[in-house]
C-alpha cells in the first residue's frame, strides 16, 4: 500500500504547486479493496492521469470496498464508479436508480468495438446497459505436483475418480481441499455452483435458470447431496469448524507447502498461486474441476463490474476512464503485469502468449469451452440477487444440521420463482 498512498502525496502535491487556473481538473474516484492486487493494479490503473491532465483518477483504498460502496451510494454519496462483485448485484442498484444508464456513453465512445456482444449484454437492465463487465472467470482444480508424484496419484477427471483419490489424500494424512471462507464468507458460493454444474450439468442448470426444471429437480438435489456429503467428510479445510475459521493464508499456504492436496479455486487466484508456490519452491498445476462424466465443463463468470455513480457530478470524465480502462491495451497490460483475468474484451495473441503457458492455458480452454457447448454458469453472474444471497449464506445452515437440503432447495425454489416471475433476472446466454 506504500506505493499506492505515495503516488496519492505526490499527485495532492502536483496539484497544489501548479499555477492556479493553469489547468480545470475534474477528479474521478474509485473505491478499491486495499491489500496486494491493489499494490500492483494501483499503479497501473493511475497511468490515467498522464493520458488527459484535466481528468485525473483518485483511488481510495477501502477494507471492503463492495459494502462500503453500498451504503454509501444508497445514502446518495460513494464513488463516481461503482464497482460491484458480479452482474447479478448490479441489477437491485439499477432498479433503485443508483447508477446511470450507459447506452449513450457506449455508443460514443465505442465500447461495442472491443467488448464481446455478449459480454455487454450481461450489463442489460431492462433493455439498458448499466454495467461493464471485468476479470473474465473461470473455476478450475489447482494441486500440488510434488505432493501427486510422490504419492503416486493422477488428477481426477470424474466425481467417483475424486472420491477415490480423497480416501487416499486422507489416508496419507492430508487435507484434501486447503479452503475455509473466513476472509470472504461468500466462498461458499463457488462449491454450490460447482456441484450443480459438474453433477447435475450446465444443462440442467441451464433449464434451472430459465424456469424450466425447479431446483428441486433430482439431479440438483443429488449434486447439493454430494457437497453436504464431502462437507460432513471433511474434506473442505479438515473439517466444517475448521472450513468456518481457515483464512486466505491458510488456503494459499496450505496448498502451497504441501499439506493440503487440491483447491477449487476461479482463475482469479493465480496470482497468489504463484506467489506461495514461489515461496515454497513446489510446483503447482491445474486440471478441469471433475464432472459426473469426464467431460471438461468451464463455468463462465465475471468478478467484477464497473457503473457510473447517478450522483456523480461528471459522469462523461468516468466514462472516459472507462473508455481507457476497458480498452484492449490497458487489459492486456494488466493481465501480463498483475495476473488480473482480463475483461472480456479483444486481447490479442501475443499477450496469451507472453504469459506462463499454464495461465494461457486457462483462457484458451476457457475459449475452446464457451465456442462448443461446454460452458456452464457462475452463481454471481447469472443468478438474480435474492436468491444468490440464499444460496451463499443459507447452505451453512445445511452444513452444520440446521436444515436439510431439500429444506435450502425448497427456499431457493420460493424466492427464485418470485424473482423470476418479477423478471429480476441477469441476461442468460442462450445454449
Known sequence: MKGIKLLFVIGILAMALAPVGAQDVTTVSMWFNEGSTLDCWGPLMLEFNDVDPSVQLEIVPQADSWSVTRTAVAGGGGPDIVRT???????????????????????????GDFFFDWALDLGLVDGQLYSLSDELETLVMYYNVEVFEENGWTPPDTMEELNALAEEVEAAGLTVFSHGNASWRPTNEHFVGEYWNQIASPQN??????????WTHERLVEAMETLDAHMQAGWYGGGIDLYFTNDGVYRRTSLAEGSAAMNIEGSWAIRGTVDYFGESGMTWDWVPVPSHDGTDYYTIGMGNTSSINANSPHPEAAAQFLTWYFSPETQGKMLTNCLKGPAPVSISEDVLGALDPRIARIYAELSDASANDRYGY?????????????????????????????D???????????EFEAGDLPPIPNR
Open 85 to 111: 462483485p458480479g452482474p447479478s448485484f448490479v441489477y437491485e442498484m439499477a432498479q433503485a436508480g443508483l447508477i446511470l444508464p450507459l447506452d449513450s456513453f457506449s455508443e460514443s465512445m465505442g465500447w
Open 205 to 214: 442448470v441451464y433449464k434451472a435458470l430459465t424456469g424450466q426444471i425447479p
Open 378 to 406: 457462475t452463481t454471481w453472474t447469472f443468478w438474480p440477487p435474492e436468491s444468490l444471497d440464499h444460496l451463499t449464506f443459507e447452505v451453512e445452515r445445511v452444513w452444520t444440521g440446521e436444515i436439510t437440503v431439500m
Open 408 to 418: 435450502y432447495l425448497e427456499r431457493m425454489q420460493e424466492i427464485f420463482a418470485a
